[in-house]
Nanobody
């Protein structure tokens, strides 16, 4: 199993970024997938999740209405479109594969993680 994130970088407050997570080594449509993030000195927190079918999506309250998770199942890739970025969105963003098809928000319910991609929001 391999998860590789990309697309992070520096953005200004109010700006946008799009993260990608390319998955390999498993049947993509059999698992829920999520994005988590971890800021310096803070615990890793749930950001967004998408169900195995792509039909259900779930967001943390802090990003609802600003971030959108999506999946391209032909490419085994999920995305996180981030708009109206704020300084508090600065973190290392991780893609993760759930233990099964159920969307869960605890990091303990995910057994595969990417290496992370850094997002910095600053003027």
């Amino acid at each position: 199993v391999q998860l590789v994130e990309s697309g992070g970088g520096l953005a200004q407050p109010g700006g946008s970024l799009r993260l990608s997570c390319a998955a390999a080594g498993f049947t993509f449509s059999n698992y829920a997938m999520s994005w988590f993030r971890q800021a310096p000195g803070k615990e890793r927190e749930f950001v967004a999740a998408i169900s195995w079918s792509g039909a259900a999506r779930y967001y943390a309250d802090s990003v609802k209405g600003r971030f959108t998770i999506s999946g391209d199942y032909a490419k085994n890739t999920i995305y996180l479109e981030m708009n109206t970025l704020k300084a508090e969105d600065t973190a290392l963003y991780y893609c993760a594969r759930a233990l099964g098809r159920t969307i869960l928000t605890s990091m303990h319910e995910y057994n595969y993680w990417g290496q992370g991609t850094q997002v910095t929001v600053s003027s």
